[in-house]
């Protein structure tokens, strides 16, 4: 049964919803090996018991852009107007470090989340990791649920609901002229599906709820940031960013022209083309010129070469022709994504692009918040359940 066919509560004229539905507030958490997300429906009408029971969560979350000492809402990601289950209302998305769940448990007990919630859905391999302590401390069960199957479901929804969720990088490679483009993704299928977290999953997807995991790597986000800290002693994703976009990978990098002294023409290689990572780390005049910027930033591009290395023989061997690149690896991340870009059209002589999306990293968190809609009553889903 579709949800516009059940009746639901009543209240001074106002429709609030199917009767099975779970109690307020809605939460979706999706707790990774580097950054926790957490999405948070509010509703635009409550009933008075459901105002009595969140307004106090709700005042906190939705009047602060900061909880704690590094918790934060993206507001630019926000969601307006958005109907699950024939209640409407606004998405918002919090993320956080994982290795402060500690703190965040501490915050969450004082300010009442403990007396407000009973069950969170959550995915990720911390769902499983804390689970125990979360019980213990906050009193709240976790259901847990496949992090790829709420990914697929986290992202078909949002793009639903988001016209302009997806896009691409036109001129990638000339800093004057790279823009984002809006893509129209209303016949997705068939696409690859690259998640870049701690590490990488690349999924294919064929159809609504047809994919497979196709292959993956262990250096992703997580190696990007772990080797930042170790090789320029920086403390945050953000800093590393910072200090990626002021170097410059070529002083550290051993390119093509480096071997060949020139472009390598016999298979189309430019001489700009990195040859081999940290290369040049083995003559010392390099190594003692080569600055913390410089080692960002060929992290940076190591990383990212490699994933679309990956990427692009996956998308070769499947037969498909569209990319879709997500993950919270690619917040902020403009150099990753126009490499990306960049690498995509010139192995594949322009016929491929590659896709981003404005809510990297929030879709597994955004599918659990889905599957809460069925835990209540253990109902089964049809397809037309989360409209």
Excluded at 75 to 99: A, L, S, Y
């Amino acid at each position: 049964m579709s949800s516009g066919s059940v009746p639901g509560i009543c209240q001074n004229g106002v429709q609030f919803g199917p009767e099975e539905l779970p109690p307020m507030p809605w939460f979706g958490m999706d707790i990774g090996g580097t950054l926790s997300k957490l999405v948070y429906f509010e509703p635009l009408n409550t009933t008075e018991e459901e105002e009595d029971r969140v307004k106090n969560i709700r005042k906190y979350l939705t009047n602060n852009l900061a909880y704690g000492d590094s918790g934060h809402r993206d507001q630019q990601k926000q969601m307006e107007d958005v109907v699950i289950r024939n209640r409407k209302g606004r998405i918002h998305f919090i993320r956080f470090p994982t290795n402060v769940m500690t703190p965040f448990m501490e915050l969450a007990k004082e300010k009442g989340m403990a007396e407000t919630l009973s069950t969170v859905c959550a995915t990720g391999g911390g769902a499983y990791k804390f689970e125990n302590d979360i019980r213990k401390e906050l009193n709240m069960t976790l259901h847990k649920f496949d992090e790829l199957d709420s990914l697929i479901g986290g992202i078909q929804f949002i793009e639903q609901n988001n016209s302009k969720e997806l896009y691409f990088w036109e001129n990638p490679g000339e800093d004057s002229l790279a823009c984002k483009k809006t893509y129209d993704f209303t016949n997705p299928y068939p696409f690859m599906l690259v998640n870049i977290g701690s590490g990488v999953s690349i999924l294919s997807v064929k159809g609504p709820g047809k994919y497979q995991r196709v292959s993956g790597t262990s250096l992703g986000g997580g190696t990007f940031l772990g080797l930042s800290c170790l090789l320029t002693k920086c403390k945050t994703f953000e800093e590393a960013l910072e200090l990626a976009a002021k170097g410059d990978n070529k002083k550290v990098d051993k390119l093509v022209k480096d071997i060949y002294g020139g472009d390598y023409n016999r298979f189309g290689l430019a001489g700009d083309i990195v040859a081999s990572s940290f290369g040049q780390m083995n003559i010392e005049e390099k190594f003692m010129g080569a600055a913390k910027e410089d080692l960002a930033r060929a992290t940076l591009m190591m990383i990212t070469n490699n994933i679309g290395s990956i990427a692009r023989l996956c998308c070769k061997s499947e037969g498909m022709e569209r990319c879709v690149f997500v993950g919270n690896f690619l917040r902020i991340n403009t150099i990753a994504m126009r490499s990306l870009s960049t690498a995509m059209e010139y192995w594949s002589n322009g016929a491929m692009k590659a896709l981003f999306c404005e809510h990297e990293g929030y879709f597994g968190a955004v599918g659990c918040l889905l599957e809460l809609m069925y835990v209540a009553n253990q109902t089964t889903r049809t397809k037309n359940d989360f409209k």
